[in-house]
T-cell receptor
Framework: DAKTTQPPSMDCAEGRAANLPCNHS???????VYWYRQIHSQGPQYIIH???NNETNEMASLIITEDRKSSTLILPHATLRDTAVYYC??????????????FGTGTLLAVQP | DGGITQSPKYLFRKEGQNVTLSCEQN?????MYWYRQDPGQGLRLIYY???????QKGDIAEGYSVSREKKESFPLTVTSAQKNPTAFYLC????????????FGSGTQLSVL
């Protein structure tokens, strides 16, 4: 199963870019990388996902290395409301159908005023 | 509004009692998931289901049971065999393709009296 590795915590100054790394060295060629975040005692919220190319939406940018073994989530201008646990996961395929979604322990991003 | 609903938000279980957590979605999603989250920890997969009348064990299925009689519903029963049931339980759903987002409910906090 493809697993992910993330640093347990990071700090970022308000207004600066937050760059959250994720290692997924065993990812298969047809597995997507997803990022979610969770604010305390709430359900995780979808941020962004990608396969090979870099992706950008209104929340963040996702940079995937050419060998796909790692990725970086970028919050361009972090605010205090971005303080949360950020999870990087990969979609695991089995028998041709996507099923298991394995979350790691995530990165606690603390945005400092 | 389309979404995924978990109930109740808080639940208390007595020793030796079975309790059932509800999860309903009106997103027409094929796959549904149950995760357990302990304080300060990541999400661990309990059970998942890709289609009606079919489900698979996740990483920590012991002491839990599920059913998937309807596409919209995926209830989780915490049995008396689960000796440490106190946790935050999250239900999620998605379409089956690898390029689909996972939507989460707002969670149920289960505590033992």
């Amino acid at each position: 199963d493809a697993k992910t590795t993330q640093p347990p915590s990071m700090d970022c100054a308000e207004g600066r870019a937050a760059n959250l790394p994720c290692n997924h060295s065993t990812i298969s060629g047809n597995e997507y990388v997803y990022w979610y975040r969770q604010i305390h005692s709430q359900g995780p919220q979808y941020i962004i996902h990608g396969l090979k190319n870099n992706e950008t939406n209104e929340m963040a940018s996702l940079i995937i290395t050419e060998d796909r073994k790692s990725s970086t989530l970028i919050l361009p201008h972090a605010t205090l409301r971005d303080t949360a646990v950020y999870y990087c996961i990969v979609r695991i395929l089995n028998g041709g159908a996507t099923n298991k979604l394995i979350f790691g322990t995530g990165t606690l991003l603390a945005v400092q005023p | 509004d389309g979404g995924i609903t978990q109930s109740p938000k808080y639940l208390f279980r007595k020793e030796g009692q079975n309790v059932t957590l509800s999860c309903e979605q009106n997103l027409n999603h094929d796959a549904m998931y149950w995760y357990r989250q302990d304080p300060g920890q990541g999400l661990r997969l309990i059970y998942y289901s890709q289609i009606v009348n079919d489900f698979q064990k996740g990483d920590i299925a012991e002491g839990y049971s599920v059913s998937r009689e309807k596409k919209e519903s995926f209830p989780l029963t915490v049995t008396s065999a689960q000796k440490n049931p106190t946790a935050f339980y999250l239900c999620a759903s998605t379409y089956r393709g690898p390029n689909e987002k996972l939507f989460f409910g707002s969670g149920t906090q289960l505590s033992v009296l």
